[in-house]
């Protein structure tokens, strides 16, 4: 069964100081990658997401994340934090149970502050 | 066009009482999702319709748990009678038959037992 890890439950950085969320997966094949992101009283909303092919990918807000598969990861980045990026930020990975189910396993998430 | 939609936002009941979540998907969504999550901890799989298809229960934690779609649009989660650990944010996700991975998630509801 497919796990993820977000190894740090709280983060908080400075406004402008630049971000890296960490997140490892356990997964037998080869993932489908996933960053959401839940800012207070919204849903979720999808940042970016991996499938296949190059291994840096560009979400929105000025995100970014590398799947790493030696070291089984897909680490959140930002090279400029704004206040409006605090929220609550979930890695998760698909995987197909059959036919179109595309169920996905969370981590706990980790909490951003961000100072001014 | 509009989002996943989940009605309430939030709930407040009675341990033992019956509450009914409902959640409409974007439109031509075949696959709609259930999910919840406690604070603190993952946000976990309940099940997948396609249409008013249940293709995965494998979630459910119990048989006071009940999710309807009928005509494949809306769906509803009833608990029924809850308990104090059903307090929870219920998110509902939906997506494109031949699309699955790419779902879109309500805003979710809290509901809080006491």
């Known amino acids: 069964a497919q796990s993820v890890t977000q190894p740090d439950i709280h983060i908080t950085v400075s406004e402008g100081a630049s971000l890296e969320l960490r997140c490892n997966y356990s997964?037998?094949?080869?993932?489908?990658l996933f960053w959401y992101v839940q800012s207070p009283g919204q849903g979720l909303q999808l940042l970016l997401k991996?499938?296949?092919?190059?291994?840096l990918v560009q979400g929105i807000k000025g995100f970014e994340a590398e799947f790493k598969r030696s070291q089984s990861s897909f680490n959140l980045r930002k090279p400029s934090v704004h206040w409006s990026d605090a929220a609550e930020y979930f890695c998760?990975?698909?995987?197909?149970?059959?036919?179109?189910?595309?169920?996905?396993?969370f981590g706990k998430g980790t909490l951003l502050t961000v100072n001014p | 066009e509009a989002g996943v939609t989940q009605f309430p936002s939030h709930s407040v009941i009675e341990k033992g009482q019956t509450v009914t979540l409902r959640c409409d998907p974007i439109?031509?969504?075949?696959?709609l999702y259930w999910y919840r999550r406690v604070m603190g901890k993952e946000i976990k799989f309940l099940l997948h319709f396609v249409k008013e298809s249940k293709q995965d229960e494998s979630g459910m934690p119990n048989n006071r748990f009940l999710a309807e779609r009928t005509g494949g649009t809306y769906s509803t989660l009833k608990v029924q009678p809850a308990e104090l650990e059903d307090s929870r944010v219920y998110f509902c996700?939906?997506?494109?038959?031949?699309?699955?991975?790419?779902?879109?998630f309500g805003q979710g509801t809290r509901l809080t037992v006491v």
């Open positions: 997964y037998g094949a080869t993932p489908y």
């Open positions: 996700a939906s997506s494109q038959l031949d699309r699955g991975r790419n779902a879109f």
């Open positions: 998760a990975v698909g995987a197909s149970s059959g036919g179109s189910n595309y169920k996905l396993t």
């Open positions: 439109s031509g969504h075949d696959n």
């Open positions: 991996y499938f296949s092919g190059d291994t």
